[in-house]
């Protein structure tokens, strides 16, 4: 059974940073898209960012570019998401993703959906 658990959420003020981790297990691939997903009040949720496992090969929502690093230690099974120059537009929850492999089509994942979700972790911005 696969199991994604987010942390790392808070308030911070515009400008700050935040790390937020995703402990997973249970994942029997190895060649997989992970990735981060949000949602703000009252919208849809959309993908932030995302990563092809065992090739490395990163990709972003144009709002979070140059802004947020995704990233995956493959020793403590951990999945990362570096936030930096925060704005009030990114206050959400986030949550943690896993996709069954489909040819490392990540930017395709982050539009339609993964397969697997944590239960999230809430981001406030807010001076």
């Known amino acids: 059974q696969v199991h994604l658990v987010e942390s790392g959420g808070g308030s911070v003020q515009p400008g700050g940073t935040l790390r937020l981790s995703c402990v997973h297990s249970g994942y029997p691939y190895t060649r997989h898209c992970m990735g981060w997903f949000r949602q703000a ?3 849809e949720r ?6 092809w496992m065992g ?44 996709d069954r492999p489909h040819g490392g089509a990540c930017l395709a994942a982050m539009k339609y959906g993964m397969d697997y979700y944590g239960n ?8």
């Open 41 to 43: 009040p009252g919208k």
């Open 46 to 51: 959309e993908g932030v960012a995302s990563i």
């Open 55 to 98: 090739v490395g090969d990163t990709f972003y929502a144009d709002s979070v570019k140059g802004r947020f690093i995704i990233s995956h230690d493959n020793a403590k099974n951990t999945l990362y998401l570096e936030m930096s120059s925060l704005k009030p537009e990114d206050t959400g929850m986030y949550y943690c993703a896993a």
């Open 120 to 127: 999230g972790t809430l981001v406030t911005i807010s001076s």
